[in-house]
C-alpha cells in the first residue's frame, strides 16, 4: 500500500486541532514546532538587549542606560542568547524534527520525555524572564564567584534556578537522543551509512550529558552559597574563586560545541545537496565529529589563562586547544573540497553555508590568537573575545541555523518561501554582521576591555561602526522572520522532495504524516550522499 | 494474570527494541549523575587538599556509628531492591510488592537517621552560615568540610526521596498488574537508580565519616 | 574625524615579542583564511551550475590531501604554541631586581603604594628601564590588572597575591584598565600608568609626600600589634625568628615543608593554624579581621626585609 | 538477552561482601598509614561500587554498550578531577 494511501493519511500539522491536540503532543515534528516558537522568543528578547547594548556603546559616555542598567543588559543578552536560544536551538528544533526521519524511524525513543523537556524549557525560560523583568541580574553569563555568591546585585539566585531548570530540559533532549540514534536506525542502516547531521546530534548528545550535571551542581553550590552565607568559592569564607571557574568552563568550554557542532551538521547536509555531491572524506568528517566532542573536554583551562591558574596547567590547556582545532580544520577543508567540481546551484541555504565556512573559519583562526599564551593575556577580557565568539556564534552557528531552516522549511510546512526575499535577507546579514563584528577585533587589539559601559573616546568612531552594523544586523534578522511567515499564507506547494535530496526525511511527504513512514524503509544504499549516482537519487 | 495488554508503544518495533533503548536511555541519565556528583566530589577534594587538618577535626564531630549504620541499612535496601527486580523478571506480583515495601522502609530508615544526625548538628550550631560555631583554630576549613557535609549529604538524600516516590509509583502500578516477566522495564530503571543512590553513599560515607580516625 | 588608532602604543618590552606572535598569527590567518575563501570563490564560480566546466574524476575521497590539511596545521600549531609559552613564562618570571609595587584592588579603585612608601590611587607612577614587579591583591572581588601599552594583563585575586611584571621602554601616559567584571563601575575602575625618566621618577617620589617606606611602617604595624612579643632576633619558646625567613623552606608541623614566599607569610599572619611551623604551638591569634589590606602589605614587606638584611650580613 | 535472572544467592554473597567491605572500612580507618588512609579508604569504597554496579545493576550481563556508557562515564570523571588537580597541584 503506496501512493494512494499516503495522499488520504493526513500529515501532522492536520492530524489534531485544538489546543490540547499541540500541548499534550507526543509527536516529536509538533514538538519541534513548539520549540521554534519558544526559541524565536528568545533570540528576539537576547537581540533586543543586544540592540540596546550597541546603542549604549554609541558614545564614549553613559547616555541611554545607567551603568548598573548596562551591566543587566549584556548579562541578560548572554544568558538568553547562549543558554535560551543557541544551545537548544538546532537539537530542539531542527534535530527533534530530522532525528526519526534521517534515521527511519516513527518517533524519538521517549517521546513523552520530549515533551517534558519542552515544557522544562519554558519554565526554566518563564522563570529566567520573570528574574529578568523584576530586576534583572548583573553578573554576566559568567557567574563568576565570590562577585556572583556575594555581591551581584538583582536576582541571581532566580535566574541561576532558571538555567539549572533548562539542563534539565537538554538532558533530556539529548538522552532521548542517545537513544534513539542508537536503537532505532532502519535496518541496513549501518553508523557509517549515518548522514552527518546525526553525527553532529550525537556527539552533541553527548556533550550535554558529560557536562551538563556539572554546570548544574556547580551553579546549585553558587545558589548555596548565596543564601545560606556559607563558605564554598568566596575566599572570605575560605573558598577558592578560581574553583568555581574549572567548573564552569569544564561545561562551558565544551558548551560552545554543543553550539557549533550541529550547525556544522547541517552546513554538510545543505553542502552536498546543492553542489550535488557526496560529502568529501566522509569518514573523517565523522571521526572528526567526534574528536572534537572528546577533545573539548580538555581545553577548559583556556579561559583561565590570566585567572591565576598554575602556569603549567595554561601550558597544557594551550596546548591541547591547539590541537582541538585540527579536526575543525578537516572539516573547513573537506566542505571545500566538497564543492570543487560540484555542480552548485545557489538556492538560499547555501548561500548561507558559504557565510558559514568563511565565518567560521575566521571565528576559528581568531581562537587561535587566544589560545596561544601570550597573545591572550593582552586579548583576553577585551573585545577580541566577543568578535571571536561572535564570528563563531553569530556568524557560525546562528548561519547554520538559518541554513537548516531554510532547508527543511519546505519539509517542515509543505511550503516554499519566496527565495528572492531569502536571498536578499541572507546577503544583508552578511554585510551587517562583518560591520558590526570586525571593527570589534580592532578595538579587542587597541585594548578596549570587554563590559565596559563607557570607555576612552578614542574607541569611538570603531564603536559607532559596529553599532552602525547593529542596525543592519537587526534588520536582516527580521526578513526572514516576515517572508517564512508569509509563505504558511499559501496553499501546500512542495512535494516531498524539492530539492531533490538523499535522504530519509525526503522520502516522506511534506509536511510527513504523524508516523512519518508507513513502512519502516530498508536502507540498501551504499552510503549517504549519492549524488553522483543517479540511480540512488531519491524521486 | 490480566489479559495481556500491549506493552510495545507504537513507535518501536518490538519489545526487545523498546527494553533495549528503555536502558540505554536510563544508563545515559545515570553518567548524568555521575558527572553531577562528580562535580561536589572534585570540590570537595580540591578544599580537602587545601585544609587537611581542619577537614579532619570537623569531620571528628561526625558520628561513625550512625554513618556505619546508615550505610549498613542502604545496603539492605538495595538488596531488597535487587530481590524486587527479581520477583518483577519472574512475574511474581506479591513478592515484588513486599520487596518494594521494604526498599522503602529502610529507606525511610535511612533518611530518619539522617535527620537524627542533622538535628544534632544544628543543636552544635555547625550549620554553616550566620550561627556556625566551631571551637579551635580551624574554623575556617571547618565551616567548609560542613557546607559540603550538608550540600552533598542533601543531595543524597533528596535523590532517596525522589527514588521512594518512585516506588510508591511502582507498587501501585505493581497492584494493577501492570508488570509481567515480559514488561516489567519501569522496576529495572528505578531498581538501576536505586544502586546508583547507593554507591554515591557508599563513597560519602568514608570522605565525610572516616577521613581522620587513625 | 579618521583619525583613530589601529595599533596600540608599544611601551614595554615585552610588548614587542607579543607584537611579533600576534602578527604573526595574523599573517597565518591570512593564509589559510585565503585558502578557503579563494577555494570557495573558484568552486563557486567554475563549477556553478549553469557552467560548462568538466567534472570528470571528481574524488570523495583523499587520504594525502587530508593528512596535509591536518599535519601542516598541526605543526605551525606546534611552532606557535612553543614560541607562545615561551613570551608567556617570561611575562611570569620576575628578574631578581625588579623594584616591587603593592597594588589593592577594591571596588573600583587601584590603590598602589611604593616601596619608599608613596601611595596614589589610579595612578601608577613607575621609571623607565627598569623592571617592576607588581605584587597585587584584592579587597572584595576579581578584578583585572591590564596596561594595553605593556600587552600584560593579570588577575588580582582576594585571598591571595598574584604577580606580574614589565619594563618600561617609553616614557608617557598610557591607560590602566580593570579587565574582570567586578560590578557596576568596573568601566570606572581605570586609571592611567605614567612612565617617567628615572631622574623624573625619583623626584616624584620625593616630591609627593611620601611618606614612611613601606618596611618602616611595616615596623611600626608589627610592634603595634605586639608582633614582637613572640617574635625576637633568636627563636624563642613562643615563636620563631622571622629573620632571614623570606625565601627559605620552612618546616611545618605535618612534616611537609613549604616555601615561605609572600602568600605564606600573609596566610600566617591571616591564620597561623593554617601552616604551622615544626616545633611550634599554635599561639599566635588570628588577624585576619584586625588588619586592613594595606597594613597587611606593610607587614609582609617587613618581614621580607627581616630575610634581605640576614642574607645581607650573612 | 537482559533477560538474564541472576540467581538469589549470587545477590545474597554479594551483600553479604558488601556488609564485610563495610565494617572493614571503618575498622581500617581507626588505623594510621599515614598518606596511604584516604586511598585505603577509597578503594574498598571503589571494590564496592563495582560489585554494585555489575551485580545488583546487571552489568556483568548487559551488552557491551551498557560497559561502554558505565565506563565512560568514569573516565569523564578522571578528567575533571585530573586537570583540576593539574592545576592545582603545579601553582607556585
Ligand atoms: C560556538 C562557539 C565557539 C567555538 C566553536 C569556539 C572555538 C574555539 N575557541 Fe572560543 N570562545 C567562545 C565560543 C567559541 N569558541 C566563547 C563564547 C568565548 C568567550 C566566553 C566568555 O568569556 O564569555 C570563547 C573564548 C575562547 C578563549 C578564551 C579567551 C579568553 O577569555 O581569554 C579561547 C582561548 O583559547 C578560545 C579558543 C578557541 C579555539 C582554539 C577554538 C577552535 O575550536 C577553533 C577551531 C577552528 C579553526 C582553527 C578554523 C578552521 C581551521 C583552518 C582554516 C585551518 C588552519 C588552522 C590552523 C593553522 C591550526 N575561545
Ligand atoms: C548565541 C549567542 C549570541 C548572539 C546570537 C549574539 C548576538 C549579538 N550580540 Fe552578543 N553576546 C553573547 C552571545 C551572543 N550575542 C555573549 C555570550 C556575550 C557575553 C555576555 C557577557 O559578557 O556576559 C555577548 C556580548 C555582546 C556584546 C558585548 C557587551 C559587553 O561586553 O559590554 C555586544 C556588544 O556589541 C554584543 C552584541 C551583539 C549583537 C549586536 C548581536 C546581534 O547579532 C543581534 C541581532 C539580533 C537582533 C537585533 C534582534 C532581532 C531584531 C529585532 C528585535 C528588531 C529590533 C531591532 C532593530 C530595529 C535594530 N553581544
Ligand atoms: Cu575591577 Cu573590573
Ligand atoms: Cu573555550
Partial sequence: MSNPAVQHQKDYIHAGYGVKSWFLTVDHKRIALLYLISITLFFFVGGFFAVLLRLELMTPQGDIVTAETYNKLFTMHGIAMVFFFLIPSIPAVLGNFLVPMMIGARDLAFPRLNLLSWYLYNFGGLFTLYAMINGGVDTGWTFYAPYSSSYALGNVVPVVIGVFILGFSSILTAINFIATIHKMRAPGLTWFKLPLFIWAMYATAIITILGTPVVAITLLLLGFERVMGAGIFDPALGGDPILFQHLFWFYSHPAVYIMVLPSMGVISEVVTCFARKQIFGYRSMAYAIMGIAALSFLVWGHHMFVSGQSVYAGMVFSALSFLVAIPSAIKVFNWTATLYKGTIEFKTPVLYAFGFIGLFTIGGLTGLFLASLATDVHLTDTYFIVAHFHYIMVGGAVMGYLAGLHFWWPKITGRMYNEAWAKFSALILFVGFNLTFFPQFILGYLGMPRRYYVYPPEFQVLNVMSTAGASILGLGYLIPMIYLLWSLRKPKDVGPNPWNATGLEWTTSSPPTTHNFDQVPVVTAEGPYLYNDEEAKVG | MDKPQSTVAHHFEDMDQQREAGTLGMWAFLVTEIMFFGGVFAAYAIYHHMYPEAFGEASKTLSVVLGATNTAVLICSSLTMAFAVRSAQLNQRKRLVGFLILTIILGSAFLGIKAVEYSHKIHEHHVPGASFVFEGPHSGGAELFFSFYFAMTGLHALHMVIGIGLMVWLIVKAQRGRFSSEYHAPVEMAGLYWHFVDIVWVFLFPLLYLISRA | ?314 | ?92
Fill in chain 3, 1 to 314: 574625524m579618521w583619525n583613530f588608532p589601529l595599533i596600540p602604543d608599544r611601551a614595554s618590552t615585552i610588548a614587542g615579542e607579543v607584537d611579533a606572535i600576534y602578527y604573526f598569527l595574523t599573517f597565518i590567518s591570512l593564509f589559510f583564511g585565503g585558502i578557503i575563501v579563494i577555494g570557495l570563490l573558484y568552486s563557486a564560480i567554475r563549477y556553478r551550475k549553469a557552467s560548462k566546466s568538466s567534472r570528470a574524476n571528481a574524488v570523495h575521497d583523499h587520504l594525502g590531501l587530508e593528512l596535509a590539511w591536518s599535519l601542516i596545521p598541526l605543526a605551525i600549531s606546534i611552532g606557535i604554541f612553543v614560541w607562545s609559552s615561551r613570551v608567556f613564562i617570561n611575562m611570569h618570571v620576575a628578574p631578581k631586581d625588579a623594584m616591587e609595587i603593592y597594588v589593592v584592588g577594591k571596588q573600583w579603585m587601584w590603590k598602589i603604594q611604593h616601596p619608599q612608601g608613596n601611595r596614589e590611587i589610579n595612578t601608577l607612577h613607575v621609571p623607565v628601564g627598569k623592571p617592576v614587579k607588581l605584587i597585587m591583591t584584592s579587597q572584595d572581588v576579581i578584578h583585572s590588572f591590564y596596561i594595553p601599552a605593556f600587552r600584560i594583563k593579570q588577575d588580582v585575586l582576594p585571598g591571595r597575591y598574584t604577580t606580574q611584571w614589565f619594563e618600561a621602554t617609553t616614557p608617557g601616559e598610557y591607560h590602566l584598565f580593570c579587565a574582570e567584571y567586578c560590578g557596576t563601575s568596573h568601566s570606572g575602575m581605570i586609571g592611567k600608568v605614567v612612565v617617567m625618566e628615572p631622574a623624573e621618577y625619583e623626584q616624584w617620589l620625593a616630591g609627593s609626600g611620601g611618606g614612611l617606606a613601606m618596611t618602616t611602617s611595616g615596623q611600626q604595624v608589627f610592634q603595634q600589634f605586639g608582633c614582637q612579643t613572640c617574635h625576637k632576633q633568636e627563636a624563642g619558646q613562643r615563636g620563631p625568628s622571622l629573620e632571614g625567613l623570606f625565601g627559605t623552606q620552612v618546616k611545618l608541623a605535618n612534616g611537609q615543608t613549604v616555601l615561605a614566599d609572600q602568600d605564606y607569610i600573609r596566610e600566617s599572619i591571616l591564620n597561623p593554624s593554617a601552616k604551622v611551623v615544626a616545633g611550634f604551638q599554635v599561639l599566635m591569634p588570628m588577624y585576619r579581621t584586625q588588619l586592613t589590606q594595606e597594613q597587611l602589605n606593610q607587614l609582609v614587606e617587613y618581614v621580607k626585609s627581616l630575610g634581605t638584611t640576614k642574607r645581607k650580613e650573612g
Fill in chain 4, 1 to 92: 538477552m537482559s533477560h538474564h535472572v541472576i540467581p538469589q544467592k549470587i545477590y545474597l554473597l554479594v551483600f553479604g561482601t558488601l556488609l564485610c567491605l563495610t565494617l572493614i572500612t571503618v575498622d581500617v580507618a581507626f588505623y594510621n598509614f599515614g598518606w596511604l588512609n584516604m586511598y585505603v579508604a577509597l578503594t574498598i569504597a571503589t571494590f564496592k561500587a563495582t560489585i554494585i554496579v555489575l551485580y545488583f545493576m546487571h552489568v556483568k550481563y548487559s551488552p557491551r554498550l551498557i560497559w561502554v556508557f558505565a565506563i565512560g562515564g568514569l573516565f569523564w570523571l578522571v578528567i575533571l578531577f585530573g586537570l583540576t588537580f593539574g592545576d592545582y597541584l603545579t601553582r607556585f
